[in-house]
């Protein structure tokens, strides 16, 4: 007799991933009509072409499902609604003030920070040095609440959270991470704030997800938890 202990799949510890969708019990085979009549004499029930479904219309996901698509059915099934864009820029707003505590308090620590408004002695290296930190911190916290939990602090208060597209679960440390930078990596370069604007603001006119620019890299969306 073996001393091997059985193996047994892994656990799935999210309980936020979408379950299979159960199959629909099977229909016995259509029968023709006794009497040596034709098959096509019956409709075939609730009134449709016996010659099967219509093809859908074209659209639909671009990632290949959703309704109308030929990739299968529509990967928003069995999650919860999407998020609204107005209460996404809220929580951003708050996430922004509560790192940006965080950065002041460290710029001024360390004298990466420069305050006078005279042109003539702006200390450039310095102002570099402060808007790298911001990124830096902004793409740590990011990647770390949402990996996590899916929600940062700003999306926890107003009840939302992040979802992988495909199967609704919490995204992996590489996908928040990558989501994260794709919004927080311009900090360090320039026009941090149109850019902030342009890529969270994105999903008030994207459909049908309504994903902001980093939600398109990442293939993520935002629902009500």
């Known amino acids: 007799m073996s001393t091997e202990p059985p193996q047994y799949p892994p656990p799935d510890d999210d ?9 629909p019990p099977q229909q016995p085979p259509h029968q023709p009509p006794q009497g040596g009549g034709s098959p ?11 010659y099967g479904t219509p093809p859908p219309p074209y659209g639909g996901d671009p990632y290949g499902g959703g309704p109308g698509g ?28 509560l790192v940006g505590i965080v950065v002041g308090l460290l710029t001024w620590l360390f004298g990466t920070s420069e305050y006078d408004i005279d042109p003539d002695k702006v200390n450039t290296g310095k102002s570099f040095g402060q808007s790298l930190l911001a990124a830096v911190l902004y793409i740590a916290y990011d990647t770390f609440m949402i ?6 602090l ?23 991470l990558a989501r994260a930078a794709v919004l927080w990596l311009p900090f360090a370069f320039c026009c941090a704030c149109i850019w902030t604007a342009i890529c969270g603001g994105w999903s008030f006119f994207d459909k049908p997800y309504k994903q902001g620019l980093h939600d398109k890299a990442a293939k993520t969306v935002v629902v009500s938890a």
Do not use: C, E
Request: charged residues 20%; positive net charge; aromatic residues 4%.
């Open 40 to 50: 096509y004499d019956t409709p075939p029930p609730g009134g449709g072409s016996p």
């Open 70 to 97: 030929h990739g299968g059915p529509d990967p928003l099934a069995g999650m919860p609604p999407l998020a609204d864009s107005g209460k996404r820029v809220l929580a951003r707003i708050i996430d922004m003030i």
């Open 15 to 23: 309980p936020f991933k979408k379950q299979p969708p159960q199959q």
């Open 154 to 176: 700003g999306k926890k208060w107003l009840g939302m959270r992040v979802a992988n597209l495909n199967d609704g679960a919490t995204p992996t440390m590489s996908t928040a």
């Open 147 to 152: 990996s996590k939990t899916g929600q940062t």
